[in-house]
């Protein structure tokens, strides 16, 4: 037998003293109850909780129980109640229904039957209130919490809900996107294809999408969307976008972690097999200038040369592609950043390039070796230098701190680099300079990638380049 605690709110007490008899008669339940008849007492007690249901005068005093059951549930009653009153009302028992009342019972019509079919429906109906309202908590859990932007929408695919994803991927709150179009937020190329479909109310699913948006510019998404028709109803649209940006920016990380770690062994395999003949030639030389044959001189130079030189591109390649070991020290980043413009003034100058900078007031301390990553960022510099027209190039270097991490932006107006290029511009060898060996920027990855930090390019021919490194926080 399951025990039940009622409370019954009543300030008549011959009323509470023959509910209760009755209520203590279920053979179904094991029935205790207490009595209450002061407004204040019965509103901390509705509020508490603490019984399996509430049984409520309709009259109290100057007060009415609908007044009180209002005021109880705003305060967050969530126990079943029982409305008592002294006469059938048609009224009343509508407006007990629409302020939260389980059930509404006449007292001249009481006894143990009917008392308890009233507390066996209010209490399943609680049983099933309360399980719909702990998964819509769930589910509510999972939907402000997702880190893909899931939203609802209009016929005319105008929203009206959204998730907080939507201010990393659109860079607007729900409440902002509230009235606004999905194709705001499409680029032209997508737009047609979504209106379409739309039109023809044909779901759709895994759309490779261009987001646009002010605050964020364009973005890579992956949208699915459904369409759905309801019986008396308005129709209306489901859908999830997700972030394909993260999905790229980490195929090209592992991208560059197979590069450097094929061009390490590409190096190593190299350096062997060139050094080893390299050692006999500098041998045989040893050899030829102790005989002091005078008139090979100028050949024996020439092989010299050309020996150490072959023996500092091997040095070269290992160290710009070996795991490299840091001197971390914590140090302000934008100072660091500060000085590289510094260092690489003189050649700023030479083209009377124009630079902008940006940086935030307060300090951002990472944990680098100064000397290495100094290096690294004066290298984008410089070629950002070399890539623009002297007199006319402008020379942009940024600094932002997101949740996430610290950016480095170093943008320039010059000549911009090809797609296909783009892909092969961290390999090692590849140049579009004249006089280069393609190492600079193989080395600056690697220092990059030795401190756990990221890079990543974006440009356009004729309109320029920026180098965007990333520390983590």
């Known amino acids: ?241 997700l972030d394909e940006t993260i999905k790229t920016q980490a195929e090209q990380a592992r991208l560059q972690k197979e590069k450097l770690e094929a061009t390490y062994r590409l190096v190593k395999t190299l350096a062997h097999e060139i050094r080893n003949p390299l050692a006999n030639i500098s041998l045989s030389l040893d050899g030829i200038e102790e005989k002091k044959i005078e008139s090979q001189t100028l050949f024996i130079d020439i092989i010299k040369r050309s020996s150490a030189r072959i023996n500092s591109i091997i040095n070269e390649l290992l160290q710009s592609s070996k795991a490299i070991e840091l001197k971390l020290e914590l140090v302000d980043i934008v100072e660091v950043v500060k000085d590289v413009i510094e260092i690489a003034d003189d050649r700023i100058k030479l083209k009377n390039i124009t630079v902008e900078t940006s940086f935030p007031n307060h300090t951002i301390i990472k944990n680098v070796d100064v000397e290495k990553i100094s290096i690294s960022i004066l290298n984008l510099i410089l070629n950002a230098v070399e890539a623009m027209e002297a007199d006319t190039g402008k020379l942009f270097i940024t600094i932002k701190q997101t949740i996430d991490c610290a950016q480095v932006f170093i943008k320039d107006t010059g000549t911009g680099i090809s797609e296909e290029n783009l892909k092969k511009l961290f390999e090692p060898y590849f140049t579009t300079k004249k006089n280069g060996m393609g190492l600079g920027l193989v080395s600056t990855l690697n220092i990059i990638k030795s401190h756990k930090a990221d890079i990543k390019v974006e440009s356009k021919e004729n309109v320029g380049t920026t180098f965007i490194i990333s520390f983590p926080n």
């Open 1 to 241: 037998m399951h025990d039940l605690k009622i409370l019954i709110i009543d300030d008549d007490e011959d009323d509470y003293f023959i509910t209760s008899q009755y209520l203590e008669e279920i053979t179904e339940f094991n029935v205790t109850c207490n009595w209450c008849y002061k407004i204040d007492e019965a509103l901390t007690k509705l509020t508490q909780n603490n019984y399996d249901a509430y049984f409520i005068d309709y009259r109290l005093g100057a007060e009415t129980g609908l007044e009180v059951l209002k005021e109880a549930i705003a305060k967050g009653c969530i126990k079943p109640v029982i409305l008592l009153t002294g006469k059938g009302n048609a009224q009343i028992d509508r407006l007990a229904v629409e302020h939260g009342a389980y059930d509404y019972l006449i007292k001249g019509e009481l006894n143990t039957e009917t008392l308890e079919r009233s507390l066996r429906y209010a209490l399943e109906r609680f049983k099933s209130f309360k399980l719909i309202n702990d998964n819509e908590k769930k589910y509510r859990l999972l939907f402000e919490n997702a880190i893909s932007f899931i939203f609802t929408c209009d016929s005319t695919l105008h929203f009206t809900e959204c998730n907080p994803a939507s201010i990393y991927l659109l860079g607007h709150t729900p409440e902002e996107l509230k009235n606004k179009s999905l194709l705001d937020f499409i680029s032209e190329k997508d737009k047609k294809t979504i209106k379409e479909l739309a039109l023809e109310k044909k779901n759709i699913q895994n759309l490779s999408v261009e987001l646009v948006s002010k605050p964020l510019g364009a973005k890579l998404g992956n949208l699915s969307i459904s369409h759905f028709d309801i019986l008396n109803q308005q129709s209306y649209w489901q859908g999830i976008i």
